[in-house]
């Protein structure tokens, strides 16, 4: 079993930054892909970006990609997301997700069923 934290969240202006981090209880995440997602007031889940375990590859929603930087510190047990040059419809809960072992690939890294354990999210606030 996997116990995931959130904490970072906040309110911000456009066109700041904030980073998010996730910890982790349990022995499967410092092997595991992890990967973070985003849901909005009345829109579906939807996939920020995931960090692989073996060759530290990433993975990007076209949404965010050249603003947000997926990293993890295994030593640590911790996953974190820095997000610069934020809009406000970056506006949503963010949630950590970690998948039973390392095993996604391509197009599989993205979908929210791939992942096994689940934070209970930290609000980010983007204001214009």
């Known amino acids: 079993q996997v116990q995931l934290v959130e904490s970072g969240g906040g309110l911000v202006q456009a066109g700041g930054s904030l980073r998010l981090s996730c910890a982790a209880a349990?022995?499967?995440?410092?092997?595991?892909?992890v990967g973070w997602f985003r849901q909005a007031p009345g829109k579906e889940r939807e996939f920020v970006a995931a960090?692989?375990?073996?060759?530290?590859?990433?993975y990007y929603a076209d949404s965010v990609k050249g603003r947000f930087t997926i990293s993890r510190d295994n030593a640590k047990n911790a996953v974190y997301l820095q997000m610069n040059s934020l809009k406000p419809e970056d506006t949503a809960v963010y949630y950590c997700?970690?998948?039973?072992?390392?095993?996604?690939?391509?197009?599989?890294?993205?979908?929210?069923?791939?992942?096994?354990?689940w934070g209970q999210g930290t609000q980010v606030t983007v204001s214009s």
């Open positions: 349990g022995r499967t995440f410092s092997s595991a892909t």
């Open positions: 997700a970690a998948a039973s072992g390392d095993y996604c690939s391509g197009a599989g890294c993205y979908r929210g069923g791939t992942y096994d354990y």
């Open positions: 960090i692989k375990r073996s060759d530290l590859r990433t």
